[in-house]
């Protein structure tokens, strides 16, 4: 397996593709664009030209850090894709955060034991995550 690691931006489509199939939901193709464009850090994981994994941050660059659309396809879970995406986000994060930066994601289950790997914990119950949805 051949697999090319990249920091591009992904087209809004692939990106959603790859949400769906990884059992994300899907966003609006507008609001895709935007949001890529405006991210921090993205890092692409590729077979050929297929978008097959993705992970990125999202925030202020200074105080807030925020990772978010990590993804693998399925057919390609299970071979540390996931662990690699991360990472390549823990080392952008170890160069550029400054001290007192808060890092946050919404772990689903079971992604949390490889969140845990990189040093994540459980905010609760001091602390729970919240979210509105549009």
Do not use: W
């Not at 959603?16 to 993205?42: C, H, Q, V, Y």
């Not at 297929?50 to 992970?55: A, F, P, R, S, Y």
Request: glycine share 10%; charged share 20%; aromatic share 10%.
């Amino acid at each position: 397996m051949n697999i090319d690691l990249s920091y591009e931006i992904p087209n809004a489509k692939e990106y959603n593709n790859l949400r769906i199939i990884s059992g994300l939901s899907p966003k609006d193709e507008t609001a895709s664009e935007i949001g890529l464009r405006n991210s921090i850090f993205m890092i692409t994981l590729r077979d050929s030209d297929k978008l097959i994994g993705m992970g990125r941050i999202i925030g202020d660059g200074g105080c807030m850090y925020h990772i978010v659309d990590i993804a693998v396809a399925p057919p390609y879970q299970g071979n540390g894709f996931g662990h690699l995406i991360m990472s390549e986000i823990n080392k952008y994060l170890d160069n550029h955060a400054p001290k007192s930066s808060y890092v946050s994601l919404i772990a689903d289950v079971p992604a949390d034991k490889l969140y845990k790997k990189f040093g994540f914990d459980y905010s609760a119950p001091g602390s729970v995550g919240m979210a509105k949805r549009y």
